[in-house]
């Protein structure tokens, strides 16, 4: 994680990552910059990103595609803008799909040819998780809301919120807890000053939870 000021474009926390070979990195089109894709690319790493919409390209080479799996298109291109075909020389893969849930169409393009079309169209959708967890922490550990405006104490503020979400996540999986993330957040913060297990902790609440429900709830037959 990366914290830089609002003024400064999100295209340039590319130049801070330490790229591994064979490693895939999944962005959306705020981060399509074709001189730092080629790093990418020269690196041995792999890339799924989203074509805007002015793509200047050639079509070198069509593939067949399943059209009821959503895909369009499988092709490969080079880019033919003055500009771009100079920052991005080789060739690229583009891959058209049609997300039939938000009736919308999605070009993805990548540097990675081995993989099947549609295995390319699903990488970029798990990117949503990302999406997914930034709403978490905006919604439940109020991160809207800072105490002090420094620097210094917003940078500390979201690293709190980043590794509160990472405890919490990891206690879900390593104890197997069923409860959602929001869940056991809520048993920790009433039981942070208990020396308590957190399994006992989080199965006592349960518990709890559950002979409430059958106390209050009242049975049909016994009206």
């Not at 070979?21 to 690196?43: E, S």
């Not at 169209?121 to 800072?146: N, P, S, V």
Request: hydrophobic share 45%; aromatic share 10%.
């Amino acid at each position: 994680m990366h914290v830089s000021p609002g003024k400064i474009h999100d295209v340039n926390v590319l130049d801070r990552l330490q790229i591994e070979p064979a490693a895939f990195y999944v962005m959306d089109r705020a981060y399509l910059d074709y001189h730092r894709l080629r790093r990418f690319t020269t690196t041995g790493a792999f890339f799924v990103t989203r074509a805007k919409r002015n793509l200047r390209c050639a079509v070198r080479e069509k593939r067949l595609v399943d059209r009821t799996t959503g895909l369009r298109s499988d092709h490969t291109i080079v880019l033919k803008g003055i500009k771009t075909s100079t920052l991005y020389p080789e060739p690229l893969r583009r891959v058209a799909f049609y997300d039939a849930e938000h009736k919308r169409r999605l070009v993805f393009l990548t540097n990675n040819f081995a993989l099947p079309a549609l295995t390319i169209a699903g990488l970029y959708k798990c990117r949503w998780q990302i999406e997914l967890f930034f709403k978490w922490i905006k919604q439940h550990l109020r991160i809207k809301a800072f105490f002090g405006t420094s620097e210094n104490a917003v940078k500390t503020q979201i690293w709190i919120a980043i590794s509160v979400y990472v405890l919490v996540a990891i206690v879900k999986k390593e104890l197997r807890v069923e409860r959602s993330l929001y869940e056991i957040l809520q048993v920790l913060s009433l039981t942070l000053f208990e020396k308590t297990p957190l399994l006992q902790a989080l199965q006592a609440e349960i518990d709890a939870s559950e002979q409430d429900t059958d106390r209050n709830q009242l049975t049909l037959f016994d009206l």
